[in-house]
């Protein structure tokens, strides 16, 4: 979350900055996003996290109207049911708009770090530790930036979503809406959550273990209208990627020295940002 704030310190060389998750692969020509119209683009989020309730004390509380438009999680949209996957019905449900904030595509002048990093800092410190239904908002960047998203909005910049191919996500495969061929960047997300507690890891075996996490997406689909070979294809090209690319783990008091080194220079100076917003 805070990393992310620091990809807009990177010195510009256009007017145009891409905001990429690092458990995002390339898998083809980036130069599509180059052709997209201005503004800002994202993708509508999996699944509804944050109950309306919750939105309609947000927006005033920010002082920011409720929008009137709705939109469906992408998992219903690619008539995904999240029953099968235990899921409470709240999450498929219409919500306002709401993106997944792994790729993201923004002018620079319209200054979208600044107002993120804003509400980031004020969800965190107003909604910490209330009820479960706000975990969602205090506890992750994603609702900080439905609200700049409005707040730019209602000062003229578009917000418009992305093709599936520059966003690509695994249960896109299994609902048969994407091909391997034409993804662009294929967004996995968790792949590497398994690292943070471990010096010892192998890559390899981390993605097996997210291979098989992809198991309770699959089962959202229908298996008469399943699609599993581009999904079986996916698999193919990130093993033999992780086969070509093994990182070597860090030993321990290498480890030690990153986490030193990171909050140093990464979480210190961002948090001494955000108090100033």
């Known amino acids: 979350m805070l990393n992310k704030l620091r990809?807009?310190?990177?010195?510009?060389?256009?007017?145009?900055?891409?905001?990429?998750?690092?458990?995002?692969?390339?898998?083809?020509?980036?130069?599509?996003?180059?052709?997209?119209?201005?503004?800002?683009?994202?993708?509508?989020?999996?699944?509804?996290?944050?109950?309306?309730?919750?939105?309609?004390?947000?927006?005033?509380?920010?002082?920011?109207?409720?929008p009137e438009e709705r939109v469906w999680p992408l998992v219903v949209e690619l008539g995904g049911d999240l029953e099968k996957a235990g899921y409470a019905m709240g999450f498929n449900q219409e919500m306002p708009p709401y993106f997944n904030s792994g790729v993201i595509l923004s002018p620079r002048g319209v200054d979208l770090s600044s107002h993120w990093a804003r509400y980031i800092h004020r969800l965190f410190l107003d909604y910490r530790g209330k009820a479960v239904e706000w975990n969602s908002v205090?506890?992750?960047?994603?609702?900080?930036?439905?609200?700049?998203?409005?707040?730019?909005?209602?000062?003229?910049?578009?917000?418009?979503?992305?093709?599936?191919?520059?966003?690509?996500?695994?249960?896109?495969?299994?609902?048969?809406?994407?091909?391997?061929?034409?993804?662009?960047?294929?967004?996995?997300?968790?792949?590497?959550?398994?690292?943070?507690?471990?010096?010892?890891?192998?890559?390899?075996?981390?993605?097996?273990?997210w291979i098989k996490a992809q198991e309770n997406w699959k089962g959202l689909f229908d298996p008469e209208k399943r699609?599993?070979?581009?999904?079986?294809?996916?698999?193919?090209?990130?093993?033999?990627i992780f086969a070509e690319y093994v990182l070597p783990a860090f030993p321990e008091s290498?480890?030690?020295k990153l986490k030193r080194v990171v909050r140093r220079n990464v979480v210190r100076p961002l948090l001494a940002r955000l108090g100033k917003a």
Do not use: C
């Open 7 to 66: 990809g807009f310190e990177v010195p510009a060389s256009n007017s145009r900055i891409l905001l990429i998750d690092v458990d995002t692969v390339v898998f083809g020509d980036l130069s599509p996003f180059a052709d997209l119209g201005p503004g800002i683009w994202a993708l509508t989020d999996f699944i509804n996290r944050v109950p309306l309730t919750v939105w309609q004390e947000l927006y005033p509380a920010q002082g920011l109207g409720l």
């Open 227 to 240: 699609d599993e070979q581009q999904f079986m294809l996916l698999v193919k090209s990130l093993r033999e």
């Open 138 to 209: 205090a506890g992750s960047d994603q609702a900080a930036l439905a609200l700049a998203f409005e707040f730019l909005r209602a000062s003229g910049t578009a917000v418009s979503r992305l093709p599936f191919e520059l966003h690509a996500r695994s249960s896109m495969f299994f609902a048969g809406r994407l091909s391997l061929s034409e993804a662009k960047l294929f967004h996995a997300i968790g792949l590497f959550r398994a690292r943070r507690d471990k010096t010892d890891f192998d890559p390899r075996d981390e993605l097996e273990i």
């Open 254 to 256: 290498l480890s030690r």
